[in-house]
């Protein structure tokens, strides 16, 4: 059986304005129709009652139009959690590889994200150089930016 990666999902308090900070930041690309879900097939898929998804699928910089996707979604009822940490079980961060570090993540600063660690430049053996930083999106999602040199 042939397997392919798809997507990575996350669940926003505002997925218009998530997606256009990715976009802005990260060049990634909307891919239309935006989604609006709803119906038997979502309660049922979900376990949830009445459940309705908007949202929208963003090509990811550096593939082909039918590349892996981000997908931003926002439920007509969100739960809260208690906050992300970078050693937090699951699913931990989304990677962008970049040009210049410092400048990327200036631009996410200027966006409404914030930095999670240290810019650092590392060498890791058998492996090679890295310019590497945590950051965190507007709603706090972990990022992090690298380039290997």
């Given at each position: 059986m042939k397997t392919k990666f798809s997507h990575v999902n996350i669940i926003s308090r505002n997925w218009k304005d998530l997606a256009g900070f990715y976009i802005k930041v990260f060049d990634c690309t909307?891919?239309?129709p935006e989604r609006?879900?709803?119906?038997e097939w979502v309660d049922e898929l979900t376990s949830l009652?009445?459940?309705r998804i908007k949202g929208i699928h963003l090509s990811l910089p550096g593939y082909e139009s039918n590349g892996p996707t981000l997908e931003i979604f926002e439920?007509?009822?969100?739960?809260?959690?208690?906050g992300k940490n970078i050693n937090l079980e699951g699913f931990g961060h989304i990677a962008f590889a970049v040009d210049d570090v410092e400048a990327k993540l200036n631009q996410l600063l200027e966006?409404?994200?914030?930095?999670?660690g240290k810019l650092i430049d590392a060498d890791i053996?058998?492996?090679?150089?890295?310019t590497v930083v945590y950051?965190?999106?507007?709603?706090?999602?972990?990022?992090?930016?690298q380039k290997w040199n």
């Open positions: 909307p891919v239309l609006d879900l709803a119906g009652s009445d459940a439920y007509n009822e969100n739960i809260s959690g208690s966006n409404g994200g914030s930095v999670l053996d058998g492996v090679g150089n890295i950051a965190k999106d507007p709603e706090g999602n972990i990022i992090e930016i």
